[in-house]
């Protein structure tokens, strides 16, 4: 049975924040949705997709989804990084997503189907200082949450990332048309972060899963030092301790330490982590399904990582649309090693703009049984939301070096 593709279009649209969507539409009028969003960077994606992919995708055939990846991986001589990997996995979603519609099945059965009855999710809990911190994560315990990522500001800093101020939700990405400039210090970081974390241990007890992220900043000596540090805390995984591009200095922290790893959401594809992996230096690989070609090639990734007794656990912030959450949670629920979902949940005016078939409770989330990947664009209100210029911040050492944000 073929399905013929007659329109592929880019859809900007900005809520609360900016998304880029993939719509596929085939002969017989079924209609496939793709995430493209790339925090900052939305618009490189949009015109990949638009200017080199859509004219291509026009009259293929929507049901070859791993003949189309091939196609667009390995047909063309320039690979990987974020911009390709991301309008390739647009439009891996949004077959999946066709190719689950014509079957009438929810995609996670077109992927083996469940090997659980639900996905542990965690979400991200922020205070200032360390009262505020833990009311944050009383409000999450309260709505069910198992796992909990802790992030609190550090003295003597104004800004931090992944701790919010005030009453509105934490949003990294600034509205304008240049980045917020940062001040950073990792000493005073390393000073303040097993305190806070110990506290928030103490606080919630020992079944309760924490995990923190210290994104990317660290030497593997500081890494190291943090993670044994942090032992007596009993941490579900401390992740992104060192810039992510070089795999060999995990090993050296990995030798260290036996707090719980976990890195991979800047990632592309399966060459950034294979030695993480086949190594073992890693607990946890944190690839975004979407930044990362899609279904088609994280199920590789995470394929790998199973026979190295590394848990899968995708990349799940709201800066990836809610098509990449659905993505992520069929294939979680059809991935033997798959351990747990970010889940940072969506402002309510984008959960219009995407209406979706999955649903959070008491800790877990489950795809849901629509056909497909189970979300849909409401176009009309959509085009209420116009692409608004974000970018992540950028950061800089007290004596005005840059610095990893
Ligand atoms: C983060 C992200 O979710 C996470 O673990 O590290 O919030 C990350 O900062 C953003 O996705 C960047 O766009
Ligand atoms: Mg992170």
Known sequence: MSSMIVAAEVILTSPSRNFVTLKVTTDDGVVG???????????????????????????RDAQRVEDTWQYFYRGVYWRRGPVTMAAIGAVDLALWDIKGKLAGQPVYQLLGGAV???????????????????????????????????????????TVYGV???????????????PVEETWDTAAYLRHAPTMLAAVREHVGPEIALLHDAHHRLTPNQAARLGKALEPVDLFWLEDVTPAENQEVLRRVREQTTTPLAIGEVFNT??????????????????????????SHARRIFDLAALYQV????????????????????????????AIQ?????????????????????????????????????EKLAARYPYNPAYLPVARKRDGTMTDW
Request: aromatic content about 10%; glycine content about 12%.
């Open 33 to 59: 949705w793709g995430d493209a969003t790339l925090n900052g960077r939305e618009l490189a994606v949009a015109s990949y997709l638009k200017d080199h992919l859509a004219p291509l995708l026009i009259g």
């Open 116 to 158: 659980r009855m639900r996905i542990l999710a965690y979400t991200h809990a922020s205070g200032w200082d360390t009262p505020e911190l833990l009311d944050s994560v009383d409000e999450k315990l309260d709505r069910g949450f198992l796992a909990v990522r802790a992030q609190s500001g550090v003295p003597g800093l104004d």
């Open 164 to 178: 919010h101020h005030g009453e509105v939700s934490y949003e990294p990405a600034g509205r304008g048309k240049r």
């Open 270 to 295: 399966i060459w950034d982590c294979k030695d993480l992996i086949t190594g073992q230096y890693i607990d946890y690989i944190r690839t975004c399904v979407m930044h990362a070609g899609g279904i």
């Open 311 to 338: 848990g899968a656990a995708p990349h799940g912030p709201s800066d990836v649309s809610p098509i990449t959450l659905a993505a992520s949670l069929h294939l979680g629920l059809a991935t033997p090693n798959f």
């Open 342 to 378: 970010e889940f940072m949940g969506y402002e309510p005016i984008d959960d219009e703009v995407f209406r979706h078939d999955y649903t959070y409770k008491s800790g877990y989330l489950h795809p849901g049984d629509a056909p497909g990947l189970g979300v849909e664009l409401d």
